[in-house]
């Protein structure tokens, strides 16, 4: 029986796993591989920029590895690019990581410049852009759920091994009383 337990508290740790790496896969193939892409650029501490590559018809993210003059990464199609970057106006913060748009079509780099849309004010836009992006509402509302769905799991956890070490004790002290009527 306790072996029985075992294996039923085994088998739900080994569900609990599967369901997260299926929600990580599920999350990976929905943005079209940017947590992956953006996961290896935030470990490799600055080694490595985020690429958002857009293709024809689609948009896909890679981490490219940074040089003296640009950088390098691997494409769709198992190529490597290289892009040498004179300027550094392209690069920008994404995400708490340094991204540069690429288009593959013409093989160059986007600069994140709305002066050229006519009838644009850039530094009015600019503003705008920057106040919703860095508003504290958003980033504060986004952490409090992320707290909350963590503190939700682990108390699912811990009242989950509670059940089972109950469970282990109940089969064991049955054991024991078995015993003892023999």
């Given at each position: ?134 508003s504290p509402l958003q980033k504060s509302l986004l ?40």
């Open positions: 029986m306790a072996e029985q337990a075992f294996m039923d508290a085994m088998y739900m740790v080994a569900s609990f796993l599967i369901l997260i790496v299926a929600m990580i896969w599920a999350y990976n193939w929905k943005t079209k591989g940017q947590f992956f892409a953006y996961m290896r650029v935030v470990m490799s501490r600055g080694k490595k920029i985020l690429v958002p590559v857009h293709s024809l018809v689609d948009v896909y993210y890679v981490a490219a590895e940074i040089l003296p003059k640009g950088f390098k990464f691997k494409q769709r199609d198992g190529e490597e690019a290289m892009v040498i970057v004179d300027t550094h106006n392209c690069i920008y913060q994404t995400m708490g990581v340094n991204a540069i748009d690429y288009d593959e079509v013409n093989a160059c780099v986007w600069k994140r410049d709305v002066a050229i849309v006519p009838g644009n004010d850039p530094v009015h836009v600019g503003g705008i852009i920057k106040r919703a992006i860095e952490i409090k759920v992320l707290v909350m769905c963590l503190v939700v799991f682990v108390l699912y956890a811990i009242v989950q091994g509670y059940i089972s070490y109950e469970m282990w004790q109940s089969i064991a002290n049955l054991k024991a009383n078995v015993g003892i009527v023999q």
